[in-house]
């Protein structure tokens, strides 16, 4: 079975500071591992992924996320926080090979709150 | 603008009726994913169709049911609705049949709300 755990349902970051949303994973196998973002009465949106090769994955608006398979996690993190940025915010895992094919399974998601 | 359609955006209904919920994927992707998101459950995948077949399925109740027709759309059904059905329905798409490495693109969701 696979999961993921967004230990933080929300997170407070100042404009202009860096941000980190956090996400731990469990697979058996090699992870493929997303980020999505949430806005209000919207769908989904990818931001990046990870599929193998290097552990620091650049994605739109700026940002980037870091695969540490040691610790399995894949916290997603921005060096400058925009207001704009606030919204809900997915990790996703879905596991390499086996019989689940496109199956994600979702974090619970993180609630990010820019201030001004 | 992910090019995954759905409609309708909104549904109201009663318990114990039934809707269908539509979905079209991105040109040229041949994988439909359908996901429920509610506040109780999160984001839960439902099932999935590859080119007109059932490829993957999740904690789908045996009231619901799905297909993807030769164009590549797809319709979720659901019956005999309860209160508890109520949640935002989200349709994904991507290009090939999941056991690889590519993005799936989610539509703007379908809001069903069961009195």
């Known amino acids: 079975a696979q999961s993921v755990a967004q230990p933080e349902d929300q997170v407070n970051v100042a404009e202009g500071n860096p941000l980190t949303v956090k996400c731990t994973y469990s697979?058996?196998?090699?992870?493929?591992l997303f980020w999505y973002v949430q806005y209000p009465n919207r769908g989904l949106q990818f931001l990046l992924k990870y599929i193998t090769g290097d552990n620091l994955v650049k994605g739109s608006y700026g940002f980037e996320a870091e695969f540490n398979k040691s610790q399995t996690s894949f916290h997603l993190k921005k060096p400058s926080a925009l207001v704009s940025d606030s919204a809900l915010y997915f990790c996703?895992?879905?596991?390499?090979?086996?019989?689940?094919?496109?199956?994600?399974?979702f974090g619970q998601g993180t609630i990010l709150t820019v201030h001004p | 603008d992910s090019g995954v359609t759905q409609t309708p955006k909104h549904l109201i209904t009663a318990t114990g009726q039934r809707v269908t919920l539509r979905c079209s994927p991105r040109?040229?992707?041949?994988?439909v994913y359908w996901y429920q998101q509610s506040l109780d459950q999160g984001l839960q995948f439902l099932i999935q169709?590859?080119?007109?077949?059932?490829?993957a399925k999740g904690n789908i109740l045996e009231r619901f049911s799905a297909q993807q027709f030769p164009d590549l759309h797809s319709e979720l059904n659901l019956s005999s609705l309860e209160l508890g059905d109520s949640a935002l329905y989200f349709c994904a798409s991507s290009v090939t049949s999941g056991r690889s490495t590519d993005t799936q693109y989610f539509g703007p969701g379908t809001r069903l709300t069961v009195l």
């Open positions: 697979v058996s196998g090699n992870p493929y």
């Open positions: 040109s040229g992707d041949l994988s």
């Open positions: 996703a895992v879905r596991a390499a090979g086996g019989t689940s094919y496109g199956k994600l399974t």
């Open positions: 169709y590859y080119n007109g077949e059932e490829r």
